[in-house]
Each structure stands twice: as C-alpha cells, then as structure tokens.
C-alpha cells in the first residue's frame, strides 16, 4: 500500500490549463471559413442581386415589379447600373477636368440622393433669353458626355432660369424657355453621339428650382442654369419604359378619339 501511494504521488498532475485554446483556434477557423464563403457569395452576382432587392422593396410597397424594365441598359453593359460610389468617382473627374479648362465657375459638380449633378451656368451655353447653343458651350457638353457616356444611369437634362418674366413671342414664360434649353442640349448629345434617346430625358423647371434667393445679380446668374443630371440605380430603374405604353412590334397603340374612332 505505501509503495502504491508513493507511486501516485510522484506521478505528474496532468496540466489542463491550455487545453480551452483548442476550443478557440477550432472557432476562430470555422469563423473564418464562414466569412470566406459569405463573401465569396457576395461577389458572385452584387450588381445582380443589388437590382433585386431594389425590385423586391417596391413590389412589397405596392408598386408593380421594374427588374426587367431596361433590359438594353443591363444586358449590354455587362456590369449593371452605377451606384453613388461610382458616381462620386465620375464627379471627381469632371472637376478636375474644368478646374483645368479654367471654367470650374461655369460648371460646378455634386452627388446628392438624385445621383451626380452637373450644373451649366447660363453663360457658358447660352445667351440671356436664347436657347440656341454658343460656340464656347461645345466644350463644355463635349467634356461632360465624354465622362458620362458609358453610364447605363438614366440622364435627365434639366433647364431652369431666374424670377425675372420672359414674354416673348418664342418664349411666353420661363417655362418654355427653360424646356426649350433642356432639349437644345438633349439634342446636341443625341444628334452629335450615338445616344439612344430614350436613355435621356429633358425637363423644364422655370424658375421654381432655384438654388440661389433671386435677391442679387450674382445668385440670379447661378439659377439660370442647366443640370445634367446621371440618375442613381434606384431612381434610373423607376424611368418608365415603351412597354408600359403598349409599344408593340407593329408600332404605338394609339387610343381612340373623336377624330380617330374605334371599328365598328
């Protein structure tokens, strides 16, 4: 009995005391692992899956289901539609090109929640009161769609002028001015590149979108103005298409009217 006491006590104690770092090193690897996979999914289709949750949010608030709604600006591109991100890349650019030219008080840049806006001050595109383009605007419109063209974003051209009134024969009101500037330059990028038209859109603000208080002359020369505008994924993918209008392979469906009567 006393030799097998003595055996136990000289026998060393068995050192537990690390043993909780296997446990750790085992969840430390399957934590790494998981993450590895996740974001090897992730990657996999991002632009993809960006546009279905966009899809999903507004099929779930009511609206109808837009994920097929441009299929020509997501097919062809092969990369989707362009989110802030990309756009504050662009945006950076286009300033550090007119800081260059010595006309970054002509044109001045932002990325708000619309998406990148381009601001064309009135003299550098038009006369006051005209909406016929300047020689010096070529460069201004040249230089902005040469950064902007291989965008897939819907493009809204925006024209809007001061709290003065306009009534001429050509122009009865600032509405019709600031429509007929919005369209001057969509013209320009449809008739000098090959821009499909119906990537591109214009509207006419008249002087109700000012960005300055028409209270100087200097702030009135700021909100006469044209804004390009290169709509966020979200909002380009709310742009209605043809085929809500019934555009068929036979042409438009043309409702009938007094002057155009349905068969009998």
């Known amino acids: ?27 430390i690897t399957l934590l790494l692992a998981f993450f590895v996979v996740m974001y090897s999914m992730s990657r996999i289709d991002a632009k993809k899956f960006d546009q279905m949750a966009v899809a999903l ?22 990369h989707g539609l362009l989110k802030l991100g990309d756009l504050s890349m662009i945006q950076q650019t286009l300033k550090e090109n007119f800081d260059s030219l010595g006309r970054k008080d002509e044109v001045q840049t932002e990325v708000t929640e619309r998406g990148l806006v381009v601001h064309i001050v009135e003299s550098a595109l038009f006369k006051q009161g005209s909406a016929y383009l300047e020689p010096r605007a070529m460069e201004v419109l040249d230089l902005i769609w040469e950064r902007i063209k291989d965008t897939p974003n819907h493009i809204r051209i925006e024209g809007h002028t001061d709290n003065r009134t306009i009534n001429t024969a050509q122009f009865p009101s600032n509405w019709e001015l600031s429509s007929a500037r919005a369209t001057t330059v969509v013209r320009y990028f449809v008739d000098n590149y090959s821009v499909t ?44 298409s043809s085929q809500l209008y019934g555009l068929t392979d036979q042409g438009p469906f043309i409702p009938p009217s007094a002057e155009n009567p349905s068969p009998q």
């Open 1 to 27: 009995m006393i030799l097998r006491r003595r055996r136990r006590q000289n026998r060393p104690a068995d050192n537990n005391t690390e043993r909780w770092l296997l446990t750790y090193a085992d969840m």
């Open 197 to 240: 038209p119906g990537k591109v859109s214009a509207l006419g603000y008249g002087e109700f979108r000012p960005v300055r208080p028409n209270n100087t002359t200097e702030n009135r020369a700021r909100n006469r103005r044209v804004d390009v505008v290169v709509l966020t994924m979200e909002l380009s993918l709310t742009e209605p």
């Open 57 to 78: 949010d507004g099929i779930l608030k009511g609206s109808r289901s837009i994920v097929n709604r441009h299929p020509d600006n997501l097919d062809k591109t092969g």
